[in-house]
């Protein structure tokens, strides 16, 4: 249980510092996911709407 909390907070540690030292990159790496979310989104909409 200890190491899932302390890989957590890991992760939003490096997430954060990666922010604040690159923040045109991490704007771009987020509105990249985004984008791939919307695309994936709009792709079930299509299937489930042609069954």
């Given at each position: 249980?200890f190491l899932r909390?302390?890989?957590?907070a890991?992760?939003?540690l490096?997430?954060g510092l990666?922010?604040v030292?690159h923040?045109?990159r991490?704007?771009?790496?987020?509105?990249?996911i985004?984008?791939?979310?919307?695309?994936?989104?709009?792709?079930?909409?299509?299937?489930?709407?042609?069954l």
């Open positions: 249980m909390r302390c890989a957590f890991c992760f939003w490096v997430l990666f922010a030292r923040p045109e991490a704007a771009a790496t987020v509105c990249a985004a984008h791939g979310l919307a695309l994936v989104a709009d792709g079930l909409a299509r299937i489930t709407s042609a």
